[in-house]
Protein backbone atom coordinates (compact mmCIF):
# COMPACT_ATOMS: atom_id res chain seq x y z
CA UNK A 1 0.00 0.00 0.00
CA UNK A 2 1.24 3.27 -0.58
CA UNK A 3 2.02 5.65 2.18
CA UNK A 4 3.80 8.79 3.28
CA UNK A 5 6.56 6.88 4.96
CA UNK A 6 8.48 5.76 1.85
CA UNK A 7 8.64 9.73 0.80
CA UNK A 8 11.12 9.92 4.57
CA UNK A 9 13.80 7.12 2.76
CA UNK A 10 15.17 10.29 0.94
CA UNK A 11 15.63 12.18 3.43
CA UNK A 12 17.14 9.68 5.35
CA UNK A 13 19.54 9.13 2.49
CA UNK A 14 20.33 12.82 2.25
CA UNK A 15 20.94 12.99 6.12
CA UNK A 16 23.11 10.38 6.31
CA UNK A 17 25.69 11.51 3.48
CA UNK A 18 25.48 15.15 4.74
CA UNK A 19 26.54 14.04 8.12
CA UNK A 20 29.83 12.06 6.42
CA UNK A 21 30.28 15.49 4.29
CA UNK A 22 30.23 17.23 7.55
CA UNK A 23 33.00 14.65 9.03
CA UNK A 24 35.01 15.23 6.10
CA UNK A 25 34.94 19.06 6.56
CA UNK A 26 35.24 18.54 10.52
CA UNK A 27 38.90 16.59 9.72
CA UNK A 28 40.28 18.95 6.88
CA UNK A 29 39.93 21.52 9.32
CA UNK A 30 41.82 19.76 12.09
CA UNK A 31 44.58 18.32 9.87
CA UNK A 32 45.13 21.58 8.36
CA UNK A 33 45.19 23.00 12.09
CA UNK A 34 47.52 20.68 12.95
CA UNK A 35 49.97 21.90 10.38
CA UNK A 36 49.55 25.39 10.31
CA UNK A 37 50.88 25.32 14.28
CA UNK A 38 53.82 23.35 12.80
CA UNK A 39 55.02 25.93 10.72
CA UNK A 40 53.89 28.80 12.85
CA UNK A 41 56.09 26.99 15.16
CA UNK A 42 59.07 26.68 12.91
CA UNK A 43 58.87 30.81 11.95
CA UNK A 44 59.14 31.40 15.67
CA UNK A 45 62.28 28.97 15.60
CA UNK A 46 63.79 30.97 13.33
CA UNK A 47 62.70 33.81 14.59
CA UNK A 48 64.91 33.46 17.27
CA UNK A 49 67.85 32.55 15.30
CA UNK A 50 69.55 35.80 14.07
CA UNK A 51 71.40 33.99 11.29
CA UNK A 52 68.32 32.73 9.73
CA UNK A 53 66.66 34.24 7.96
CA UNK A 54 62.27 34.81 7.99
CA UNK A 55 62.12 34.40 4.37
CA UNK A 56 64.41 31.46 3.84
CA UNK A 57 63.50 28.61 1.66
CA UNK A 58 62.71 25.36 3.87
CA UNK A 59 61.35 23.05 1.87
CA UNK A 60 61.58 21.68 -1.93
CA UNK A 61 61.51 19.07 -3.92
CA UNK A 62 61.56 18.05 -7.58
CA UNK A 63 58.57 16.45 -9.71
CA UNK A 64 59.43 13.79 -12.04
CA UNK A 65 57.90 11.02 -14.73
CA UNK A 66 59.35 7.98 -16.23
CA UNK A 67 60.20 8.28 -20.19
CA UNK A 68 57.76 6.33 -22.25
CA UNK A 69 60.34 6.25 -24.76
CA UNK A 70 63.55 4.78 -23.21
CA UNK A 71 62.10 3.92 -19.81
CA UNK A 72 64.68 7.31 -18.09
CA UNK A 73 63.33 9.17 -15.20
CA UNK A 74 62.60 12.81 -16.64
CA UNK A 75 62.30 15.83 -13.97
CA UNK A 76 59.40 18.11 -15.05
CA UNK A 77 60.15 20.56 -12.70
CA UNK A 78 61.74 21.58 -9.38
CA UNK A 79 60.22 24.02 -6.18
CA UNK A 80 61.12 25.46 -3.57
CA UNK A 81 58.97 27.31 -0.79
CA UNK A 82 59.20 29.17 2.36
CA UNK A 83 57.49 29.18 5.76
CA UNK A 84 54.96 31.99 4.61
CA UNK A 85 54.43 30.11 1.20
CA UNK A 86 53.72 27.63 2.42
CA UNK A 87 51.33 28.99 4.93
CA UNK A 88 49.47 30.70 2.45
CA UNK A 89 49.60 27.21 0.30
CA UNK A 90 48.14 25.87 3.31
CA UNK A 91 45.27 28.11 3.31
CA UNK A 92 44.41 27.86 0.02
CA UNK A 93 44.41 24.17 -0.75
CA UNK A 94 42.12 23.99 2.44
CA UNK A 95 39.52 26.40 0.36
CA UNK A 96 39.96 24.09 -2.26
CA UNK A 97 38.85 21.10 -0.13
CA UNK A 98 36.13 23.30 1.17
CA UNK A 99 35.00 23.99 -2.28
CA UNK A 100 34.64 20.67 -3.60
CA UNK A 101 32.97 19.41 -0.18
CA UNK A 102 30.54 22.29 -1.10
CA UNK A 103 30.11 20.76 -4.45
CA UNK A 104 29.35 17.14 -2.80
CA UNK A 105 26.88 18.83 -0.67
CA UNK A 106 24.86 20.45 -3.45
CA UNK A 107 24.81 16.93 -5.52
CA UNK A 108 23.72 15.52 -2.70
CA UNK A 109 20.83 18.03 -2.61
CA UNK A 110 20.61 16.63 -6.61
CA UNK A 111 20.23 13.05 -5.56
CA UNK A 112 17.90 13.96 -2.72
CA UNK A 113 15.08 15.78 -4.78
CA UNK A 114 15.38 13.15 -7.77
CA UNK A 115 14.40 10.47 -4.84
CA UNK A 116 12.15 12.55 -3.42
CA UNK A 117 10.50 13.43 -6.59
CA UNK A 118 9.95 9.84 -7.97
CA UNK A 119 7.96 9.10 -4.49
CA UNK A 120 6.04 11.79 -4.73
CA UNK A 121 5.08 10.88 -8.14
CA UNK A 122 4.86 7.33 -6.88
CA UNK A 123 2.03 8.10 -4.02
CA UNK A 124 -0.08 10.83 -5.97
CA UNK A 125 0.08 10.38 -9.91
CA UNK A 126 -1.45 13.81 -10.20
CA UNK A 127 1.31 15.46 -8.51
CA UNK A 128 3.35 15.38 -11.50
CA UNK A 129 2.98 16.73 -15.09
CA UNK A 130 2.23 14.72 -17.74
CA UNK A 131 5.10 15.38 -19.98
CA UNK A 132 7.06 13.44 -16.81
CA UNK A 133 5.12 10.39 -17.24
CA UNK A 134 6.58 10.06 -21.24
CA UNK A 135 4.43 7.99 -23.78
CA UNK A 136 2.08 5.96 -21.42
CA UNK A 137 -1.01 5.83 -21.03
CA UNK A 138 -2.47 6.71 -17.25
CA UNK A 139 -3.68 2.95 -17.03
CA UNK A 140 -0.58 1.54 -17.53
CA UNK A 141 1.03 4.12 -14.94
CA UNK A 142 -1.21 2.48 -11.74
CA UNK A 143 0.86 -0.49 -12.24
CA UNK A 144 5.06 1.09 -12.39
CA UNK A 145 6.50 0.50 -9.44
CA UNK A 146 8.99 3.14 -7.47
CA UNK A 147 12.02 1.80 -10.05
CA UNK A 148 9.97 2.88 -12.80
CA UNK A 149 9.24 6.58 -11.32
CA UNK A 150 12.64 6.98 -10.41
CA UNK A 151 14.15 5.87 -14.12
CA UNK A 152 11.56 8.67 -14.94
CA UNK A 153 12.62 11.35 -13.14
CA UNK A 154 16.32 11.12 -14.70
CA UNK A 155 14.92 11.60 -17.62
CA UNK A 156 13.68 15.00 -16.31
CA UNK A 157 14.70 18.00 -17.88
CA UNK A 158 16.43 21.06 -16.16
CA UNK A 159 16.74 19.13 -12.76
CA UNK A 160 16.76 19.88 -9.98
CA UNK A 161 15.00 23.62 -10.11
CA UNK A 162 11.81 22.03 -12.61
CA UNK A 163 11.65 19.90 -9.66
CA UNK A 164 11.35 22.70 -7.11
CA UNK A 165 9.35 24.52 -9.54
CA UNK A 166 6.68 21.78 -9.77
CA UNK A 167 6.74 21.72 -5.88
CA UNK A 168 6.26 25.15 -5.39
CA UNK A 169 3.36 24.92 -7.90
CA UNK A 170 1.28 22.05 -6.31
CA UNK A 171 2.42 23.26 -2.95
CA UNK A 172 2.07 27.42 -2.69
CA UNK A 173 2.91 27.96 0.38
CA UNK A 174 6.32 27.08 -0.14
CA UNK A 175 7.06 30.30 -1.34
CA UNK A 176 6.14 31.98 1.63
CA UNK A 177 8.65 29.70 3.80
CA UNK A 178 11.30 30.11 0.88
CA UNK A 179 11.87 33.58 1.78
CA UNK A 180 11.86 33.05 5.98
CA UNK A 181 11.50 36.41 7.59
CA UNK A 182 11.61 34.76 11.11
CA UNK A 183 15.03 33.15 10.27
CA UNK A 184 15.80 36.17 7.90
CA UNK A 185 16.73 33.74 5.35
CA UNK A 186 16.26 33.84 1.56
CA UNK A 187 16.28 30.13 0.78
CA UNK A 188 16.02 30.92 -3.15
CA UNK A 189 18.96 33.23 -3.27
CA UNK A 190 20.96 30.78 -1.04
CA UNK A 191 19.90 27.95 -2.90
CA UNK A 192 20.73 29.30 -6.36
CA UNK A 193 24.12 30.54 -4.71
CA UNK A 194 25.37 27.48 -3.72
CA UNK A 195 24.28 25.99 -7.24
CA UNK A 196 26.49 28.62 -8.93
CA UNK A 197 29.06 28.10 -6.61
CA UNK A 198 29.21 24.59 -7.71
CA UNK A 199 29.18 25.47 -11.53
CA UNK A 200 31.96 27.75 -10.55
CA UNK A 201 34.17 24.95 -8.72
CA UNK A 202 33.63 21.92 -11.44
CA UNK A 203 34.61 24.49 -14.57
CA UNK A 204 36.90 27.01 -13.07
CA UNK A 205 38.16 25.71 -10.59
CA UNK A 206 36.75 28.24 -7.90
CA UNK A 207 37.71 31.24 -9.31
CA UNK A 208 35.01 33.81 -10.95
CA UNK A 209 36.05 35.33 -14.73
CA UNK A 210 33.79 38.43 -13.97
CA UNK A 211 33.10 38.97 -10.31
CA UNK A 212 29.85 41.76 -11.17
CA UNK A 213 28.53 39.08 -13.98
CA UNK A 214 28.70 36.07 -10.66
CA UNK A 215 26.53 38.70 -8.79
CA UNK A 216 24.13 39.14 -11.74
CA UNK A 217 23.63 35.58 -12.50
CA UNK A 218 22.81 35.09 -9.07
CA UNK A 219 20.37 37.26 -8.88
CA UNK A 220 18.58 36.96 -11.60
CA UNK A 221 18.26 33.45 -11.32
CA UNK A 222 16.60 34.52 -7.87
CA UNK A 223 14.50 36.88 -9.31
CA UNK A 224 15.17 39.85 -8.08
CA UNK A 225 17.65 41.63 -10.19
CA UNK A 226 16.08 44.62 -9.75
CA UNK A 227 17.66 46.34 -13.27
CA UNK A 228 20.45 45.93 -11.05
CA UNK A 229 19.32 47.53 -7.82
CA UNK A 230 20.39 44.94 -5.57
CA UNK A 231 18.89 44.28 -2.30
CA UNK A 232 21.89 45.58 0.39
CA UNK A 233 21.33 42.69 2.59
CA UNK A 234 21.34 40.07 0.00
CA UNK A 235 24.66 41.38 -1.73
CA UNK A 236 26.50 41.51 1.31
CA UNK A 237 26.03 38.25 2.25
CA UNK A 238 26.80 36.89 -1.39
CA UNK A 239 30.25 39.40 -1.33
CA UNK A 240 30.84 37.72 2.26
CA UNK A 241 32.02 34.64 -0.27
CA UNK A 242 34.99 36.05 -1.80
CA UNK A 243 38.62 36.33 -1.38
CA UNK A 244 40.68 39.50 -0.50
CA UNK A 245 43.43 41.39 -2.34
CA UNK A 246 44.94 38.41 -5.44
CA UNK A 247 41.89 36.07 -3.92
CA UNK A 248 39.13 38.81 -4.72
CA UNK A 249 37.46 36.19 -7.19
CA UNK A 250 37.91 33.60 -5.61
CA UNK A 251 35.01 31.61 -4.13
CA UNK A 252 36.44 31.46 -0.22
CA UNK A 253 35.12 29.35 1.90
CA UNK A 254 37.45 28.78 4.99
CA UNK A 255 36.48 30.04 8.45
CA UNK A 256 36.90 33.87 9.63
CA UNK A 257 38.39 34.42 13.03
CA UNK A 258 35.76 36.31 15.77
CA UNK A 259 36.22 38.22 18.86
CA UNK A 260 37.50 35.78 21.53
CA UNK A 261 34.67 34.10 23.68
CA UNK A 262 37.16 34.79 26.59
CA UNK A 263 39.74 32.02 26.63
CA UNK A 264 37.96 30.30 23.75
CA UNK A 265 38.62 31.42 19.60
CA UNK A 266 35.68 31.56 18.22
CA UNK A 267 35.10 31.75 14.20
CA UNK A 268 32.56 32.67 11.80
CA UNK A 269 32.19 29.30 9.47
CA UNK A 270 31.01 30.14 5.63
CA UNK A 271 31.15 26.73 4.47
CA UNK A 272 28.74 25.52 7.19
CA UNK A 273 26.23 29.08 6.28
CA UNK A 274 25.66 26.98 2.50
CA UNK A 275 25.58 23.85 4.17
CA UNK A 276 23.47 24.35 7.19
CA UNK A 277 21.12 26.38 5.34
CA UNK A 278 20.89 23.31 2.37
CA UNK A 279 20.02 21.32 5.39
CA UNK A 280 17.25 23.27 6.63
CA UNK A 281 15.88 23.72 3.22
CA UNK A 282 15.72 20.37 2.59
CA UNK A 283 13.61 19.98 5.93
CA UNK A 284 11.16 22.65 4.53
CA UNK A 285 10.59 20.64 1.67
CA UNK A 286 10.67 17.44 3.38
CA UNK A 287 7.73 19.08 5.91
CA UNK A 288 5.68 20.83 3.13
CA UNK A 289 5.41 17.69 0.58
CA UNK A 290 4.46 15.26 3.72
CA UNK A 291 1.84 17.47 4.87
CA UNK A 292 0.63 17.95 1.08
CA UNK A 293 0.64 14.27 0.21
CA UNK A 294 -0.85 12.79 3.93
CA UNK A 295 -4.38 15.64 3.73
CA UNK A 296 -4.54 14.42 0.02
CA UNK A 297 -4.40 10.79 0.95
CA UNK A 298 -7.06 11.26 3.70
CA UNK A 299 -9.33 13.20 1.86
Given at each position: ?K??????????????????????R??T????D?I?N??I??????K???D???D?????????C?????????I????SSS?N???????????Q???W??TEV???????????Y?????????????????????????????E??????????????S?????R?????ML?????E?????????????????????H?????????????????????F??G?????L???L???F????Y???????E?????????????????????????Y?I??Q???EC??????E?
Open positions: MNIKSLQKAHVIYKQKAVKIDTYSLKSNTSHSLQQKENIARKLKEMEISGGCTMRSPLNGEMIIGTHIENLEALKFHQNQYQLLYENFEDYLDLLAHIGYIDNNFWPLNDFGAISFDEIENKDIWFISRVKEKKGRPQIIKQIKKIPAHYENNLLTKNFKFIINLIESIRHIVVNNGFVNQKTDFIAKVFKDTGINNNYDEDLEYNGFGTGKENLIALLINTDRMGPIKTYYSRFNELFANLCSTLIELVHLKDKLN
